[in-house]
Nanobody
Framework: VQLVESGGGLVQAGGSLRLSCATS????????MGWYRQPPGKQRELVAV???????NYADSVKGRFTISRDNAKNTVYLQMSNLKPEDTAVYYC????????????WGQGTQVTVSS
């Protein structure tokens, strides 16, 4: 199983970025996909989830600004981030699980997002 994030970078507050997580080694359409982030000096936190059925959930801090989507044909999950704020600065990780709840089984290596004020 491999998950490879890309799309991070440095952006000014109010800007946008789209993160991608390309996957292999499992049946993507069967799996729950999640985006997490770890701000500097803080614990990792859930950002968004896409279930195998396509339903989505978001952390309150990103609702209305971030959108998770998945392309089952490309085995890729995306995180579109808009109206970015300095507090969105973090390493962003994607994760996957065959189960629809509970811990994730596999993680990517992360991609850095830095939002300047």
């Amino acid at each position: 199983v491999q998950l490879v994030e890309s799309g991070g970078g440095l952006v000014q507050a109010g800007g946008s970025l789209r993160l991608s997580c390309a996957t292999s080694g499992f049946i993507f359409s069967f799996n729950r996909m999640g985006w997490y982030r770890q701000p500097p000096g803080k614990q990792r936190e859930l950002v968004a989830v896409s279930s195998s059925s396509g339903s989505t959930n978001y952390a309150d801090s990103v609702k209305g600004r971030f959108t998770i989507s998945r392309d089952n044909a490309k085995n890729t999950v995306y995180l579109q981030m808009s109206n970015l704020k300095p507090e969105d600065t973090a390493v962003y990780y994607c994760a996957t699980s065959l189960r629809e709840s509970g811990d994730y089984d596999y993680w990517g290596q992360g991609t850095q997002v830095t939002v300047s004020s």
